[in-house]
């Protein structure tokens, strides 16, 4: 198993940021042929998942959390710690905050406009640490 960190400067807010390069630069350094990547980020109010990354669905994207999941409700998490991002908890459980993608012929496999993204749901900026896992 191979191991590597990305580590991401985010604004909060669910700033979304490709790490799509990051990921890709891991299978090149760790010259992966075949195999698959699992990356996992650390913490509760941030998530991974993919998106054709471009400003439409970034706007697309943040506006759909809002609807799904709101930043103003009555959250018992908020009530609880005097917290203000109950909302940043729910959204990172529901994307989740690993995700795995496949390598063949050393290539990732994604489509052209599909991109991974770190979200981070916090309130604030934060400094994130993604573990990437390569298994070949
Ligand atoms: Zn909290």
Request: hydrophobic fraction near 40%; avoid cysteine.
């Given at each position: 198993m191979l191991t590597d960190y990305i580590k991401v400067k985010t604004k909060g807010n669910s700033d979304i940021i490709d790490i799509t390069l990051q990921v890709a630069g891991f299978v090149e350094r760790q010259k992966i042929k075949d195999g698959i990547i699992f990356l996992s980020v650390i913490g509760s109010t941030a998530a991974i998942t993919t998106m054709e990354y471009e400003s439409g669905l970034i706007k697309d994207l943040k506006r759909a959390f809002e609807e799904i999941i709101p930043y103003k409700k009555d959250y018992a998490h908020n009530f609880t710690w005097a917290d203000d991002n109950g909302h940043s908890h729910l959204r990172s459980s529901f994307i989740k905050t690993s995700f795995f993608v496949s390598v063949t012929a050393s290539k990732?496999?994604?489509?052209?406009w599909q991109q991974i993204v770190l979200v981070d749901f916090d309130t604030q900026p934060r400094d994130r640490k993604i573990v990437v896992k390569g298994v070949i």
């Open positions: 990732l496999d994604l489509g052209t």
